[in-house]
Protein backbone atom coordinates (compact mmCIF):
# COMPACT_ATOMS: atom_id res chain seq x y z
CA UNK A 1 0.00 0.00 0.00
CA UNK A 2 2.93 2.71 0.77
CA UNK A 3 4.49 1.60 -2.33
CA UNK A 4 1.67 2.36 -4.15
CA UNK A 5 1.32 5.69 -2.61
CA UNK A 6 4.86 6.20 -3.01
CA UNK A 7 4.39 5.73 -6.58
CA UNK A 8 1.42 7.74 -7.01
CA UNK A 9 3.47 11.06 -5.65
CA UNK A 10 6.26 10.34 -7.79
CA UNK A 11 4.18 10.40 -10.67
CA UNK A 12 2.60 13.32 -9.91
CA UNK A 13 6.36 14.77 -9.45
CA UNK A 14 7.53 13.79 -12.39
CA UNK A 15 4.59 14.72 -14.59
CA UNK A 16 4.84 18.43 -12.40
CA UNK A 17 8.57 18.53 -13.74
CA UNK A 18 7.40 17.45 -17.29
CA UNK A 19 4.76 20.13 -17.32
CA UNK A 20 7.26 22.92 -15.81
CA UNK A 21 9.89 22.13 -18.58
CA UNK A 22 7.24 22.15 -21.32
CA UNK A 23 5.97 25.70 -20.50
CA UNK A 24 9.53 26.98 -19.91
CA UNK A 25 10.93 26.01 -23.25
CA UNK A 26 7.58 27.41 -24.94
CA UNK A 27 8.60 30.63 -22.97
CA UNK A 28 11.35 30.63 -24.44
CA UNK A 29 10.86 29.26 -27.98
CA UNK A 30 8.42 32.69 -27.88
CA UNK A 31 11.05 35.14 -26.62
CA UNK A 32 13.20 33.43 -29.11
CA UNK A 33 11.01 34.32 -31.64
CA UNK A 34 9.37 37.91 -30.75
CA UNK A 35 13.36 39.14 -30.38
CA UNK A 36 14.12 37.52 -33.58
CA UNK A 37 14.69 40.63 -36.14
CA UNK A 38 12.69 40.67 -39.33
CA UNK A 39 14.20 39.88 -42.62
CA UNK A 40 14.09 42.07 -45.63
CA UNK A 41 11.58 40.19 -47.29
CA UNK A 42 9.56 39.88 -44.16
CA UNK A 43 9.55 43.77 -44.03
CA UNK A 44 7.94 44.03 -47.12
CA UNK A 45 5.41 41.70 -46.29
CA UNK A 46 4.69 43.54 -43.58
CA UNK A 47 5.04 47.37 -45.84
CA UNK A 48 2.82 45.07 -48.58
CA UNK A 49 -0.36 44.43 -45.90
CA UNK A 50 -0.18 47.29 -44.31
CA UNK A 51 -0.80 49.43 -47.86
CA UNK A 52 -3.31 47.12 -48.73
CA UNK A 53 -5.01 47.55 -45.34
CA UNK A 54 -5.21 51.47 -47.06
CA UNK A 55 -2.27 52.75 -44.61
CA UNK A 56 0.15 54.38 -47.36
CA UNK A 57 3.56 53.19 -46.50
CA UNK A 58 4.96 54.39 -49.94
CA UNK A 59 7.44 52.30 -52.01
CA UNK A 60 7.15 48.77 -50.88
CA UNK A 61 10.67 47.62 -50.39
CA UNK A 62 11.68 46.87 -47.07
CA UNK A 63 12.92 49.94 -46.14
CA UNK A 64 11.42 51.30 -42.60
CA UNK A 65 11.12 55.32 -43.91
CA UNK A 66 9.22 57.77 -42.60
CA UNK A 67 6.29 56.69 -44.98
CA UNK A 68 6.34 53.32 -43.28
CA UNK A 69 6.67 54.52 -40.05
CA UNK A 70 3.94 56.91 -40.11
CA UNK A 71 1.86 54.34 -41.43
CA UNK A 72 2.28 51.98 -38.46
CA UNK A 73 1.97 54.35 -36.60
CA UNK A 74 -1.79 54.46 -38.26
CA UNK A 75 -2.17 51.10 -37.69
CA UNK A 76 -1.30 50.82 -33.94
CA UNK A 77 -3.64 53.82 -33.46
CA UNK A 78 -6.51 52.03 -35.15
CA UNK A 79 -5.76 48.85 -33.41
CA UNK A 80 -5.50 50.35 -30.15
CA UNK A 81 -1.70 48.95 -29.75
CA UNK A 82 0.87 50.94 -27.94
CA UNK A 83 2.00 53.59 -30.29
CA UNK A 84 5.85 53.28 -31.31
CA UNK A 85 5.84 53.38 -34.52
CA UNK A 86 8.62 50.61 -34.62
CA UNK A 87 8.15 47.24 -36.82
CA UNK A 88 8.75 44.54 -34.23
CA UNK A 89 8.27 40.65 -34.65
CA UNK A 90 5.03 41.50 -32.43
CA UNK A 91 3.83 44.63 -34.46
CA UNK A 92 4.63 41.70 -37.78
CA UNK A 93 2.46 39.01 -36.05
CA UNK A 94 -0.14 41.71 -35.61
CA UNK A 95 -0.31 43.41 -38.70
CA UNK A 96 0.00 39.73 -41.03
CA UNK A 97 -3.40 39.08 -38.92
CA UNK A 98 -4.98 42.24 -39.16
CA UNK A 99 -8.21 43.43 -41.53
CA UNK A 100 -8.53 46.52 -43.25
CA UNK A 101 -10.14 49.49 -40.78
CA UNK A 102 -13.25 50.06 -41.82
CA UNK A 103 -15.84 53.31 -40.90
CA UNK A 104 -18.76 53.63 -38.66
CA UNK A 105 -20.85 54.64 -41.70
CA UNK A 106 -20.75 53.99 -45.23
CA UNK A 107 -22.97 54.81 -48.33
CA UNK A 108 -22.10 58.79 -48.31
CA UNK A 109 -19.18 61.24 -48.51
CA UNK A 110 -18.31 62.33 -45.26
CA UNK A 111 -15.42 62.77 -42.32
CA UNK A 112 -15.53 60.86 -39.02
CA UNK A 113 -13.32 61.78 -35.95
CA UNK A 114 -12.52 58.74 -34.02
CA UNK A 115 -12.02 60.31 -30.33
CA UNK A 116 -10.86 57.20 -28.83
CA UNK A 117 -8.74 56.19 -31.47
CA UNK A 118 -7.88 60.10 -31.97
CA UNK A 119 -7.88 59.87 -36.05
CA UNK A 120 -9.70 61.22 -38.51
CA UNK A 121 -10.75 59.50 -41.53
CA UNK A 122 -11.94 60.59 -45.09
CA UNK A 123 -14.58 58.39 -46.40
CA UNK A 124 -15.95 58.44 -50.08
CA UNK A 125 -19.71 57.52 -51.61
CA UNK A 126 -18.76 54.04 -51.64
CA UNK A 127 -18.00 53.93 -48.19
CA UNK A 128 -13.56 53.42 -48.80
CA UNK A 129 -11.30 55.25 -46.19
CA UNK A 130 -9.72 57.25 -48.76
CA UNK A 131 -7.57 59.49 -46.18
CA UNK A 132 -6.83 58.08 -42.48
CA UNK A 133 -4.88 60.96 -40.32
CA UNK A 134 -3.72 61.14 -36.48
CA UNK A 135 -5.83 64.36 -34.62
CA UNK A 136 -5.10 65.54 -31.34
CA UNK A 137 -9.08 66.75 -30.18
CA UNK A 138 -10.34 68.66 -26.90
CA UNK A 139 -8.47 67.12 -23.65
CA UNK A 140 -11.42 67.83 -21.45
CA UNK A 141 -9.65 70.07 -18.88
CA UNK A 142 -10.59 73.50 -17.77
CA UNK A 143 -8.64 76.18 -18.93
CA UNK A 144 -7.77 79.49 -18.01
CA UNK A 145 -5.42 81.34 -20.81
CA UNK A 146 -5.74 85.14 -22.78
CA UNK A 147 -8.30 85.81 -20.08
CA UNK A 148 -10.70 83.25 -21.04
CA UNK A 149 -12.14 80.10 -18.91
CA UNK A 150 -14.31 76.99 -20.06
CA UNK A 151 -13.72 73.35 -20.78
CA UNK A 152 -11.07 72.05 -23.62
CA UNK A 153 -14.10 70.20 -25.05
CA UNK A 154 -14.44 68.16 -28.89
CA UNK A 155 -18.41 67.78 -29.02
CA UNK A 156 -19.95 64.35 -30.23
CA UNK A 157 -22.61 64.42 -33.01
CA UNK A 158 -23.32 65.03 -36.64
CA UNK A 159 -21.98 68.76 -38.14
CA UNK A 160 -21.40 70.42 -41.18
CA UNK A 161 -18.82 71.96 -42.41
CA UNK A 162 -20.37 75.69 -42.05
CA UNK A 163 -17.35 78.05 -43.13
CA UNK A 164 -13.20 77.89 -43.88
CA UNK A 165 -10.12 80.16 -44.75
CA UNK A 166 -7.14 79.32 -46.28
CA UNK A 167 -3.93 80.45 -44.85
CA UNK A 168 -4.02 81.29 -41.18
CA UNK A 169 -6.68 82.59 -38.92
CA UNK A 170 -5.53 84.02 -35.11
CA UNK A 171 -8.40 82.63 -32.94
CA UNK A 172 -8.75 84.53 -29.30
CA UNK A 173 -6.98 80.99 -28.24
CA UNK A 174 -4.51 80.80 -30.52
CA UNK A 175 -3.48 80.46 -34.73
CA UNK A 176 -5.19 77.69 -37.20
CA UNK A 177 -3.92 76.88 -39.91
CA UNK A 178 -6.40 76.22 -42.57
CA UNK A 179 -9.58 76.16 -40.60
CA UNK A 180 -12.44 74.53 -41.57
CA UNK A 181 -15.26 75.19 -38.90
CA UNK A 182 -18.06 72.55 -37.94
CA UNK A 183 -19.38 73.92 -34.46
CA UNK A 184 -19.37 77.13 -32.59
CA UNK A 185 -15.86 78.39 -33.88
CA UNK A 186 -14.53 74.88 -33.85
CA UNK A 187 -12.49 73.76 -36.50
CA UNK A 188 -10.40 70.69 -38.58
CA UNK A 189 -7.34 72.66 -38.42
CA UNK A 190 -3.53 72.58 -39.26
CA UNK A 191 -1.02 72.94 -35.78
CA UNK A 192 1.95 72.12 -35.30
CA UNK A 193 1.90 70.41 -32.42
CA UNK A 194 -0.33 67.27 -32.84
CA UNK A 195 0.30 64.93 -30.12
CA UNK A 196 -0.84 61.30 -29.25
CA UNK A 197 -3.42 62.30 -26.78
CA UNK A 198 -6.01 64.91 -26.30
CA UNK A 199 -4.56 68.29 -25.61
CA UNK A 200 -6.29 70.75 -28.00
CA UNK A 201 -8.58 73.33 -26.24
CA UNK A 202 -11.81 71.99 -28.54
CA UNK A 203 -10.81 71.81 -32.21
CA UNK A 204 -9.47 69.02 -34.35
CA UNK A 205 -5.42 69.27 -34.58
CA UNK A 206 -4.23 67.85 -37.92
CA UNK A 207 -0.38 67.55 -39.19
CA UNK A 208 0.75 70.82 -41.04
CA UNK A 209 1.16 69.35 -44.39
CA UNK A 210 -1.78 67.67 -44.31
CA UNK A 211 -4.06 71.05 -43.56
CA UNK A 212 -4.39 72.52 -47.10
CA UNK A 213 -4.78 69.12 -49.22
CA UNK A 214 -7.49 68.43 -46.42
CA UNK A 215 -8.98 71.63 -46.80
CA UNK A 216 -9.45 71.12 -50.48
CA UNK A 217 -11.47 68.11 -49.34
CA UNK A 218 -13.97 69.80 -47.29
CA UNK A 219 -15.95 71.77 -49.14
CA UNK A 220 -19.05 73.85 -47.00
CA UNK A 221 -21.68 71.56 -45.84
CA UNK A 222 -19.27 68.39 -45.53
CA UNK A 223 -20.75 66.32 -43.07
CA UNK A 224 -18.38 65.56 -40.18
CA UNK A 225 -19.62 62.85 -37.86
CA UNK A 226 -17.61 62.66 -34.22
CA UNK A 227 -17.95 59.95 -31.61
CA UNK A 228 -16.55 57.72 -28.64
CA UNK A 229 -17.12 54.35 -27.77
CA UNK A 230 -19.95 55.56 -26.22
CA UNK A 231 -21.62 58.33 -28.59
CA UNK A 232 -22.62 57.48 -32.25
CA UNK A 233 -25.04 59.53 -34.14
CA UNK A 234 -25.68 58.19 -38.04
CA UNK A 235 -25.97 61.29 -40.94
CA UNK A 236 -27.75 58.86 -43.36
CA UNK A 237 -30.89 60.95 -43.25
CA UNK A 238 -28.67 64.16 -44.08
CA UNK A 239 -26.97 62.81 -46.75
CA UNK A 240 -29.97 61.49 -48.51
CA UNK A 241 -31.70 64.66 -47.78
CA UNK A 242 -28.53 66.11 -49.43
CA UNK A 243 -29.13 63.80 -53.08
CA UNK A 244 -32.85 64.52 -52.97
CA UNK A 245 -32.07 68.70 -53.17
CA UNK A 246 -29.60 67.69 -56.03
CA UNK A 247 -31.98 65.79 -58.28
CA UNK A 248 -34.17 68.60 -57.86
CA UNK A 249 -31.92 71.36 -58.96
Given at each position: ??N???????S????????????????A???K????????????D??????E??????????????????A??????W??R????????????A??????????D???????????????L????????????????G???????????????????????????????????G?L???????????????????????S??C????M??????????PVGT?????????????????E??K??????
Amino acid sequence: MMNTSKQSRSSVVLATLLLLITFQTVVAEKHKRSSAKLTRAELKDAESKLSEMGYRTGRVDGVIDDATRHALLLFQKWEGRKITGSLTRDEFDAIMNATAPAPKDSGYRHVEVDLDRQLLLLVNDEGDIKKMLPVSTGSNKRYNEKGLRGLAYTPRGRFRIYAKLSGWRKSPLGLLYYPNYFSDGLAIHGNPSVPRTPQSHGCIRIPMSEAAPMSKQLPVGTIVLIYDKDSFVSAKDWAEADKQKEAVR
